[in-house]
């Protein structure tokens, strides 16, 4: 049955990446990796979430003599709200702080993704966490649709 799900998301392109991963939301950007990072950045900031890394993996391959598009990675969170998804599943911690990752494709198209807090809730088995997961989820969602946007 997951084949046949993944499958479908794939052929209406769900979240428009041809690299769709289970459990991961992807949108695509209106603005380059840099710009978009940015933009994420200070929303986190501007909401109350802290920013624990912003990693340049193509900065990363240049040190060793290898070329990658600009591909960023922003490590965020916020203790009050991860703490109690740790308690529910101590495996949690596995995935959190929360990440998004924003690269630019070979069509030159920049794409933001984070982690579904759905897939993680089944990932982990999370109960009795419900009401701190739809928090996650509806803020990720927005900060996420805020950095991509074109206004």
């Not at 950007?29 to 624990?52: C, Q, Y």
């Not at 990658?68 to 529910?88: A, D």
């Not at 990440?99 to 982690?115: P, S, T």
Request: glycine content about 12%; proline content about 3%; some cysteine.
């Amino acid at each position: 049955m997951r084949i046949i799900i993944f499958g479908f998301f794939a052929l209406i392109g769900f979240g428009g990446s041809a690299n769709a991963a289970e459990g991961v939301i992807t949108l695509g950007s209106a603005h380059s990796v840099k710009v978009t990072v940015d933009r994420l950045e200070n929303t986190l900031k501007k909401k109350g979430l802290t920013v624990f890394a912003r990693i340049d993996h193509a900065a990363g391959g240049q040190k060793v003599g290898k070329e990658l598009r600009p591909t960023e990675l922003l490590v965020f969170g916020n203790p009050k709200v991860g703490t109690p998804l740790m308690q529910c599943a101590r495996t949690m911690a596995i995935d959190l702080p929360q990440k998004a990752l924003v690269w630019e494709d070979e069509a030159g198209k920049v794409w933001l993704a984070y982690n579904d807090p759905g897939y993680l809730a089944v990932r982990h088995g999370l109960q009795g966490c419900e009401k701190v997961l739809t928090k996650v989820g509806k803020v990720l969602g927005m900060v996420s649709r805020l950095a991509v946007s074109a206004k």
